[in-house]
Nanobody
Framework: QVQLVESGGGLVQAGGSLRLSCVAS????????MAWFRQAPGKEREFVTG????????GAANSVKGRFTISRDNAKSTVYLQMNSLKPEDTAVYYC?????????????????WGQGTQVTVSS
């Protein structure tokens, strides 16, 4: 079993930055593909960006390209999401997810484990 715990969310002004962290339990973290999703009020949860076990990223959403960067530290069993130039439309609960298959995908069904989410609020 894998548990994911996100942190780093909060309230920030437009144009600001935040870094989210997701710490995973379990010995096989380094083999998992990891991803960040988000869900804004009244909207469906959507894929943000992901990262392979090797550190290569995949599939950043158009809305975050050039502003958000995903990274991971396998020694610390942690994946990060650096968010710069934040906009009010980035306001959402951000979720970390893990795919035991190691396959990178934007499809939620490919992910076996999910964190509880961390709230990010961007004020205008």
């Amino acid at each position: 079993q894998v548990q994911l715990v996100e942190s780093g969310g909060g309230l920030v002004q437009a144009g600001g930055s935040l870094r989210l962290s997701c710490v995973a339990s379990g010995r096989t973290f380094s083999t998992y593909a990891m991803a960040w999703f988000r869900q804004a009020p009244g909207k469906e949860r959507e894929f943000v960006t992901g990262i392979f076990w090797s550190g290569g990223s995949f599939g950043a959403a158009n809305s975050v390209k050039g502003r958000f960067t995903i990274s991971r530290d396998n020694a610390k069993s942690t994946v990060y999401l650096q968010m710069n130039s934040l906009k009010p439309e980035d306001t959402a609960v951000y979720y970390c997810a893990a795919a035991a298959s190691g396959i990178g995908s934007a499809a939620q069904g490919m992910y076996n484990y999910w964190g509880q989410g961390t709230q990010v609020t961007v004020s205008s």
